[in-house]
Every structure is written in structure tokens, then in C-alpha cells.
């Protein structure tokens, strides 16, 4: 079967660092994203890598290894703001998106 | 980037009638649609796929008679739940698919629809 996990709940602290990790088993491999949900709303998108390697958008950077079927988020100088769901989705050999739980990040100050 | 819209945002309905959610894609041509519901504290469970002119297909468990989806055109799919009721209260949200230039597909989601059944 499918499956992405991804832990549950996270604290970190105000200006911090925090690497939100996701391990997957798919069948088929055309794409990872992540996403980030604040609660009542609806999903809203971060980054999207298909190949190896890091991927850096201003304080989030987020990374893939196929062959291990990894990736993280990587969220710097975290801001109250930044308290949220983490979302963690693979595209799969149909195109489909099979999500994670999705990770409670909660920033203390 | 490319927009989703889903009205209403919010709805509250007694038990036992209908309600309708539409999804639109404002700048763009969806040739796929996604219907999705979330509850308090989970991930998002895919409901049906639609594709535009044909019927939608429905994920195991959804119930295709109670979410009556149609995707008449290539900007709009709407959702009706038939005869509501409490445990239908969820967070529904559409996503639209398109393919890029390089042959990918994009996909983009709407604000979502808060479904409140009394």
C-alpha cells in the first residue's frame, strides 16, 4: 500500500530551526510538496521538489532523496507565525496526491 | 499563481436538505477536478476525481448517490451533499489540475468550504 509519515506534533522555540521529516512509500514517484495549513484554512503551498537535492525558498528550504524516499522541511527564524500544520504530499505514478497526517508545528516564545 | 475559488466559505444547514459547493478556476482550464474533506486534526481524504464532461470516480468508502459531484465545464465542478446530516459537518475542499507547458500538471487548491449540519 501507500503510505507517508510524517511525526505528529513538534515544538521548537521563537528564531529557532526546525527540520520536519517525511518518509514515503509509494507506488510511482512524480513529485513531493509540502504544505503548510493554518487551522479553519485550507491548504497552502510551499515547495515542490522532483529531483535530489535541497531546494531554498527564503527560511524554508526543503529536501528529497528518492532512493531513500526522504524528505524534510527545513523552517529557520521561526516566527510565531509560522505555528501551523505541516503537510507533507507525494505525487504518485497516476498523478494522484497521497497526503501525510500532516505535523503540528508549535512555536513557543 | 493560478486561483481556485469555492463558494460559500462557510455554510450552516439543518439536517436532512441539500447543500451545493462550487468550484471555480478563475485563470485557468481545469481538466481535473479534486473533491476533499478534512476533519478536525486530520489529513485531507480524497472524496472523488472528475474530470470534465464525465462522471466522477469515487475513492472507496464515499458514498457516490450522498456527494453528487458534477463537472460541467472547464472552470467549474460543483459538490451537493444530498440530505445532510451532522456527521457530514467537515472542512470540504476542491483542488483543480492542469498541465503546464512542459507537460507536468499543476495542481491548485481552493480556500475550502466549512460545512456545518445542525
Known amino acids: 500500500g501507500q503510505n507517508i509519515d510524517q511525526p505528529t506534533e513538534m515544538t521548537a522555540t521563537e528564531g529557532a530551526i526546525v527540520q520536519i521529516n517525511c518518509t514515503y512509500q509509494?507506488?510511482?514517484?512524480?513529485?513531493l510538496f509540502w504544505y503548510q495549513q493554518h487551522a479553519g484554512e485550507a491548504p497552502t503551498f510551499l515547495s515542490y521538489?522532483?529531483l535530489d537535492g535541497l531546494e531554498e525558498k527564503g527560511r524554508f528550504s526543503s529536501f528529497l532523496s528518492r532512493s531513500k524516499g526522504y524528505s524534510y522541511l527545513l523552517l529557520k527564524e521561526l516566527q510565531m507565525k509560522d505555528s501551523a500544520s505541516y503537510l507533507c504530499?507525494?505525487?504518485?505514478?497516476?498523478?494522484?496526491?497521497?497526503w501525510g497526517a500532516g505535523t503540528k508545528l508549535i512555536i513557543k516564545p | 499563481g493560478a486561483v481556485v475559488s469555492q463558494h460559500p466559505s462557510r455554510v450552516i444547514c439543518k439536517s436532512g436538505t441539500s447543500v451545493k459547493i462550487e468550484c471555480r478556476s478563475l485563470?485557468?482550464?481545469?481538466?481535473?477536478m479534486f473533491w476533499y474533506r478534512q476533519f478536525p486534526k486530520q489529513s485531507l481524504m480524497l472524496m472523488a476525481t472528475?474530470?470534465?464532461?464525465?462522471?466522477?470516480?469515487?475513492e472507496q468508502g464515499v458514498e457516490k448517490d450522498k456527494f453528487l459531484i458534477n463537472h460541467a465545464s472547464l472552470t467549474l465542478s460543483t459538490l451537493t451533499v444530498t440530505s445532510a446530516h451532522p456527521e457530514d459537518s467537515s472542512f470540504y475542499i476542491c483542488?483543480?489540475?492542469?498541465?503546464?507547458?512542459?507537460?507536468?500538471?499543476?495542481?491548485?487548491f481552493g480556500p475550502g468550504t466549512r460545512l456545518t449540519v445542525t
Open positions: 504530499a507525494v505525487r504518485d505514478s497516476n498523478y494522484q496526491l497521497i
Open positions: 521538489n522532483v
Open positions: 485563470d485557468f482550464q481545469a481538466t481535473t
Open positions: 472528475s474530470n470534465e464532461g464525465s462522471k466522477a470516480t469515487y
Open positions: 483542488s483543480a489540475r492542469t498541465s503546464t507547458s512542459g507537460g507536468y500538471y499543476e495542481q491548485y
Open positions: 509509494t507506488s510511482g514517484f512524480n513529485g
